[in-house]
């Protein structure tokens, strides 16, 4: 569930009908729009937001408009905000990732925001006013990368009181800054004329009188207005007039008090009480301001109109003016001087703050109903309003309210309300402070020991079990995930359904991690049907990621892929963070389909969003991912440097249960190294079987493996582990094709086909290198005639005629740069590091045996592939001994690495 935006914070505010001409800003506006930016700053009441109100409306470009408040100063409501206003461009922007609370970094947010603002086919205006209410380091970056990035078809402009808190020096040393300032808003002598005269009725008025005004008040429009209030009714203005002197604010104290001493009881009543309110409409007003009858002795609409009549500075802030706002400053006075008639602390504002909360709660605004609890002092309303009938409201998008709020309270106060050590917790859970979450939740539980017997109490228990079964989930720890699930489960109210919810999918992640997909399964779609019944969106997404990787592990590629597209379009734009995990699936699925190049960006995006999860793994998996996939391109120095990050990210963090991954991958670049011994130890020590028959392959034992994979496949063949099946019935078959029992090797090779040909696996099949293509090519001429044979012989093709065209040029990897290469060493695996810089030196580490075949074989003249084929090793074997060669020989191309072997002997 999320919380609703206010709309009238989107509403650009109507024109006045008596609004004085402007034509000269208006113009300078207008050039603005060459620029990237227009930036008005001026104080209160120097007429910002009526300048660019009449401006938009007269010049006629599609405009979002976006009116800032304090609470604005979060950063995921401030995006939704903007998201939202973009709508009237129209440009259509999900904001379910912001609205589900998580802290998300500026760029993937910023970049998908560009992207779809890119599409938009005519110059379009964003404005921001009031933008001196944003403290923000993170919005005014948001505001940075917006400028730097933003399309050549929009335009900025920001009406603020003070200096953004950005740097400017560049827009304007490109020209692409357009400054307002006081010296331009301040009204001309002229314009004060026209105010007075035709705007507000005062036609008697010398002309000396105004120019008199306009000199002590600067051309300052809201003194202006002012004086003109107060001046209605008087005789004797020019004597009048004389008396204005000070500076403004005591200039707007004077001329304050002649305004409201004007005014009737009731009507000053009312303006002070509705004082406290950032927006008023006229039920609110009725509920805010009564007589001691607690009757309102007109009707709220009809009071804020007669206000608006008599210039009584209130903005209508929609076209059907329900909405209204005080001018800013003028609300400020009012407050000020019903603190003063209240005093300090008094009790009669927090009633007034009370009564404004019933009303929010009331018409379902329990984020402004939770603001004025606060402002009341009030724990108990405030309490009941965070906790939100068993769904918090930091799930609905106010975290730093929430937390900020809690922070506030004494330990005291906290333990007579043991709920908010719950909320707390959660709320740390949400934006990632893990390492305070604990506390928490024991603090709770000390409070709650007296009260178990008590159905909140044991429902509190429950929801604190629950919150450490996410907490372990974050670290993969099964049996921590299923003891803490069914605790939560056996102490949660059957009504609690969004924390059961979330149990019930917490489950499923521990019984997935065990290897029980059936009962994951179950988990799962439980988990989601609950969740899209009661509106949990952060759960519907986790429960259909789960889905889509057993989906994954049944060998059904396609309905996963469907899967994770359902999870990005739930996920929003900006997605969840969560949404790596879909981002990831796709990258496997299109590595799997041989399309390399998207298997590329989504798993580049994966890695984008997994850096949003704090203490959590994903971005070690995904930077696994993306090893193999360069590895697949041949480029095995970005592997080793990228499966070095993982490995040193994961003894940093303590991700130990990745550690048998890491070694998976490693392991394979080791072998394209050449490096058998070490890839043979960390096979070993990590219990890698599939791994430990790669590496019997690599040094030519094919019985070894062939051993080791038959007993495999029948344990798996037991547990129905259809993903692993497919890769061992692959591997089995080549081996068994090159121990030349070829009857054996056709039967593994057709079991492989009937469970990849449904998926369309190619790269299980391709990475196998110039043995399977035999095997296929074989299997075809014999009789087993397919469509997906014929297909996997196509890549086997395709990747040949690549290679001939590369012939003797260098890869890209092959033509960085000695300093390059060095570089990535650094950073990259220690037997990498190790290797020296020099030829002699690298010379006295000679070429192994195999690699002194390859060289003997590429001097030949004989291609990769035909390489491959007369040693029975995979192609992507072949181009890993090649770069080794050349990297040990210091050269770029085939012919240098053979003139420079004959140089040193070698050949």
Same mark, same amino acid.
């Given at each position: 569930?999320?919380?609703?935006?206010?709309?009238?914070?989107?509403?650009?505010?109507?024109?006045?009908?008596?609004?004085?001409?402007?034509?000269?800003?208006?113009?300078?506006?207008?050039?603005?729009?060459?620029?990237?930016?227009?930036?008005?700053?001026?104080?209160?009441?120097?007429?910002?937001?009526?300048?660019?109100?009449?401006?938009?409306?007269?010049?006629?470009?599609?405009?979002?408009?976006?009116?800032?408040?304090?609470?604005?100063?979060?950063?995921?409501?401030?995006?939704?905000?903007?998201?939202?206003?973009?709508?009237?461009?129209?440009?259509?922007?999900?904001?379910?990732?912001?609205?589900?609370?998580?802290?998300?970094?500026?760029?993937?947010?910023?970049?998908?925001?560009?992207?779809?603002?890119?599409?938009?086919?005519?110059?379009?205006?964003?404005?921001?006013?009031?933008?001196?209410?944003?403290?923000?380091?993170?919005?005014?970056?948001?505001?940075?990368?917006?400028?730097?990035?933003?399309?050549?078809?929009?335009?900025?402009?920001?009406?603020?009181? @003070?200096?953004?808190?950005?740097?400017?020096?560049?827009?304007?040393?490109?020209?692409?800054?357009?400054?307002?300032?006081?010296?331009?808003?301040?009204?001309?002598?002229? $314009?004060?004329?026209?105010?007075?005269?035709?705007?507000?009725?005062?036609?008697?008025?010398?002309?000396?009188?105004?120019?008199?005004?306009?000199?002590?008040?600067?051309?300052?429009?809201?003194?202006?207005?002012?004086?003109?209030?107060? #001046?209605?009714?008087?005789?004797?203005?020019?004597?009048?007039?004389?008396?204005?002197?000070?500076?403004?604010?005591?200039?707007?104290?004077?001329?304050?008090?002649?305004?409201?001493?004007?005014?009737?009881?009731?009507?000053?009543?009312?303006?002070?009480?509705?004082?406290?309110?950032?927006?008023?409409?006229?039920?609110?007003?009725?509920?805010?301001?009564?007589?001691?009858?607690?009757?309102?002795?007109?009707?709220?609409?009809?009071?804020?109109?007669?206000? $608006?009549?008599?210039?009584?500075?209130?903005?209508?802030?929609?076209?059907?003016?329900?909405?209204?706002?005080?001018?800013?400053?003028?609300?400020?006075?009012?407050?000020?001087?019903?603190?003063?008639? #209240?005093?300090?602390?008094? =009790? $009669?504002?927090?009633?007034?703050?009370?009564?404004?909360?019933?009303?929010?709660?009331?018409?379902?605004?329990?984020?402004?109903?939770?603001?004025?609890?606060?402002?009341?002092?009030?724990?108990? =309303?405030?309490? =009941?309003?965070?906790?939100?009938?068993?769904?918090?409201?930091?799930?609905?998008?106010?975290?730093?309210?929430?937390?900020?709020?809690? @922070?506030?309270?004494?330990?005291?106060?906290?333990?007579?309300?043991?709920?908010?050590?719950?909320?707390?917790?959660?709320?740390?859970?949400?934006?990632?402070?893990?390492?305070?979450?604990?506390?928490?939740?024991?603090?709770?539980?000390?409070?709650?020991?007296?009260?178990?017997?008590?159905?909140?109490?044991?429902?509190?228990?429950?929801?604190?079990?629950?919150?450490?079964?996410?907490?372990?989930?974050?670290?993969?720890?099964?049996?921590?995930?299923?003891?803490?699930?069914?605790?939560?489960?056996?102490?949660?109210?059957?009504?609690?359904?969004?924390?059961?919810?979330?149990?019930?999918?917490?489950?499923?992640?521990?019984?997935?991690?065990?290897?029980?997909?059936?009962?994951?399964?179950?988990?799962?779609?439980?988990?989601?049907?609950?969740?899209?019944?009661?509106?949990?969106?952060?759960?519907?997404?986790?429960?259909?990621?789960?889905?889509?990787?057993?989906? $994954?592990?049944?060998?059904?590629?396609?309905?996963?892929?469907?899967?994770?597209?359902?999870?990005?379009?739930?996920?929003?734009?900006?997605?969840?963070?969560?949404?790596?995990?879909?981002?990831?699936?796709?990258?496997?699925?299109?590595?799997?389909?041989?399309?390399?190049?998207?298997?590329?960006?989504?798993?580049? #995006?994966?890695?984008?969003?997994?850096?949003?999860?704090?203490?959590t793994d994903r971005v070690v998996a995904a930077e696994l991912l993306l090893a193999r996939l360069k590895l697949a391109k041949g480029k095995i120095i970005d592997a080793a440097a990228l499966v070095a990050k993982a490995e040193n990210s994961a003894h =940093?963090?303590?991700?130990?249960?990745?550690?048998?991954?890491?070694?998976?991958?490693?392991?394979?670049?080791?072998?394209?190294?050449?490096?058998?011994?070490?890839?043979?130890?960390?096979?070993?020590?990590?219990?890698?079987?599939?791994?430990?028959?790669?590496?019997?392959?690599?040094?030519?034992?094919?019985?070894?493996?062939?051993?080791?994979?038959?007993?495999?496949?029948?344990?798996?063949?037991?547990?129905?582990?259809?993903?692993?099946?497919?890769?061992?019935?692959?591997?089995?078959?080549?081996?068994?094709?090159?121990?030349?029992?070829?009857?054996?090797?056709?039967?593994?090779?057709?079991?492989?086909?009937?469970?990849?040909?449904?998926?369309?696996?190619?790269?299980?099949?391709?990475?196998?290198?110039?043995?399977?293509?035999?095997?296929?090519?074989?299997?075809?001429?014999?009789? #087993?005639?397919?469509?997906?044979?014929?297909?996997?012989?196509?890549?086997?093709?395709?990747?040949?005629?690549?290679?001939?065209?590369?012939?003797?040029?260098?890869?890209?990897?092959?033509?960085?740069?000695?300093? @390059?290469?060095?570089?990535?060493?650094?950073?990259?695996?220690?037997?990498?590091?190790?290797?020296?810089?020099?030829?002699?030196?690298?010379?006295?580490?000679?070429?192994?045996?195999?690699?002194?075949?390859?060289?003997?074989?590429?001097?030949?003249?004989?291609?990769?592939?035909?390489?491959? @084929?007369?040693?029975?090793?995979?192609?992507?074997?072949?181009?890993?001994?090649?770069?080794?060669?050349?990297?040990?020989?210091?050269?770029?191309?085939?012919?240098?690495?053979?003139?420079?072997?004959?140089?040193?002997?070698?050949?």
């Amino acid at each position: 569930m999320s919380v609703p935006l206010i709309p009238t914070k989107l509403y650009i505010p109507t024109v006045r009908p008596k609004t004085i001409s402007r034509p000269q800003l208006f113009q300078r506006l207008s050039e603005g729009l060459d620029g990237k930016l227009t930036l008005i700053t001026a104080p209160a009441g120097f007429g910002k937001t009526t300048l660019v109100s009449g401006w938009v409306a007269d010049y006629g470009l599609p405009s979002a408009w976006l009116s800032l408040d304090e609470r604005d100063n979060e950063p995921a409501r401030f995006l939704s905000y903007m998201c939202a206003a973009f709508q009237s461009i129209p440009v259509e922007l999900s904001i379910g990732a912001l609205q589900a609370g998580q802290p998300l970094p500026i760029e993937p947010i910023m970049s998908l925001m560009m992207q779809k603002l890119a599409e938009v086919p005519h110059k379009f205006l964003l404005v921001l006013d009031d933008y001196h209410r944003i403290d923000s380091e993170e919005i005014d970056a948001v505001i940075v990368f917006l400028l730097t990035h933003m399309p050549a078809q929009m335009h900025l402009i920001i009406a603020t009181r @003070e200096k953004p808190g950005f740097p400017l020096a560049r827009l304007r040393a490109g020209n692409l800054l357009n400054e307002l300032g006081v010296e331009h808003l301040r009204f001309t002598n002229d $314009e004060t004329t026209v105010f007075f005269r035709e705007a507000m009725g005062l036609e008697s008025v010398a002309a000396e009188d105004i120019t008199l005004l306009q000199l002590r008040t600067e051309g300052w429009v809201a003194a202006l207005q002012l004086a003109a209030l107060s #001046m209605q009714g008087q005789t004797g203005v020019s004597g009048y007039m004389q008396s204005f002197t000070g500076s403004h604010p005591y200039l707007a104290d004077y001329l304050l008090e002649e305004v409201l001493k004007q005014q009737s009881e009731f009507v000053q009543t009312f303006l002070l009480r509705t004082s406290i309110l950032d927006r008023i409409c006229g039920s609110l007003c009725e509920a805010i301001v009564q007589d001691q009858q607690g009757a309102f002795p007109t009707s709220g609409q009809a009071m804020l109109e007669e206000l $608006e009549r008599a210039n009584l500075f209130l903005v209508p802030l929609d076209n059907e003016r329900r909405w209204y706002r005080y001018h800013h400053l003028f609300a400020e006075m009012l407050r000020q001087r019903l603190q003063a008639r #209240m005093g300090e602390g008094g =009790r $009669e504002i927090a009633e007034l703050h009370i009564l404004a909360s019933q009303w929010y709660e009331k018409n379902g605004l329990e984020v402004e109903a939770f603001h004025h609890a606060v402002l009341a002092e009030d724990i108990e =309303r405030a309490a =009941r309003l965070a906790e939100g009938e068993g769904l918090f409201l930091p799930f609905r998008g106010e975290i730093t309210p929430v937390v900020k709020w809690l @922070e506030s309270l004494s330990k005291v106060e906290l333990d007579r309300r043991p709920v908010l050590w719950v909320m707390h917790a959660s709320a740390l859970l949400m934006t990632g402070g893990l390492s305070g979450v604990e506390s928490k939740l024991q603090a709770a539980e000390r409070v709650l020991q007296s009260s178990m017997q008590d159905a909140k109490g044991r429902d509190l228990i429950g929801h604190c079990a629950s919150i450490r079964a996410t907490l372990a989930v974050s670290r993969h720890q099964a049996s921590t995930i299923l003891t803490e699930s069914r605790r939560a489960l056996h102490y949660l109210s059957p009504d609690n359904l969004p924390v059961r919810t979330a149990t019930t999918w917490t489950m499923g992640y521990a019984h997935q991690l065990q290897g029980d997909r059936v009962e994951a399964g179950r988990a799962y779609a439980e988990a989601l049907s609950s969740s899209q019944r009661i509106g949990h969106a952060v759960i519907s997404v986790m429960a259909m990621l789960g889905l889509g990787q057993l989906q $994954e592990g049944d060998n059904q590629p396609f309905e996963a892929a469907d899967t994770y597209r359902s999870v990005l379009e739930l996920a929003g734009t900006p997605p969840l963070p969560a949404a790596c995990e879909a981002y990831f699936g796709l990258a496997r699925i299109h590595y799997e389909w041989n399309d390399l190049d998207t298997a590329m960006q989504h798993a580049g #995006m994966s890695i984008q969003l997994a850096r949003q999860l704090e203490h959590t793994d994903r971005v070690v998996a995904a930077e696994l991912l993306l090893a193999r996939l360069k590895l697949a391109k041949g480029k095995i120095i970005d592997a080793a440097a990228l499966v070095a990050k993982a490995e040193n990210s994961a003894h =940093r963090h303590h991700f130990a249960h990745q550690l048998p991954a890491i070694a998976s991958v490693k392991i394979r670049v080791l072998l394209q190294h050449g490096d058998l011994v070490a890839a043979a130890i960390l096979a070993s020590e990590h219990e890698l079987r599939l791994s430990e028959a790669c590496v019997y392959v690599a040094a030519g034992d094919h019985f070894a493996a062939a051993e080791i994979l038959v007993a495999l496949r029948s344990e798996l063949e037991a547990k129905e582990l259809q993903d692993e099946l497919l890769k061992v019935n692959v591997a089995l078959a080549v081996v068994l094709y090159v121990l030349g029992d070829k009857p054996k090797a056709l039967k593994a090779l057709r079991a492989s086909l009937m469970l990849g040909e449904p998926g369309g696996y190619k790269r299980l099949f391709v990475d196998e290198g110039a043995p399977m293509r035999q095997l296929l090519q074989e299997a075809a001429a014999g009789g #087993m005639q397919s469509d997906y044979i014929e297909e996997l012989l196509g890549v086997f093709d395709a990747e040949q005629q690549s290679e001939d065209r590369l012939g003797a040029q260098p890869t890209q990897q092959q033509s960085e740069s000695r300093t @390059e290469k060095q570089l990535t060493r650094q950073q990259g695996e220690s037997w990498l590091e190790a290797q020296s810089t020099h030829v002699d030196e690298l010379l006295l580490e000679p070429l192994s045996g195999r690699e002194l075949e390859v060289l003997r074989l590429i001097a030949q003249g004989l291609s990769n592939l035909e390489i491959s @084929e007369q040693l029975f090793i995979a192609l992507t074997t072949v181009k890993g001994h090649n770069r080794v060669i050349f990297e040990k020989l210091q050269v770029k191309r085939r012919t240098e690495a053979v003139a420079r072997a004959r140089k040193y002997g070698l050949l």
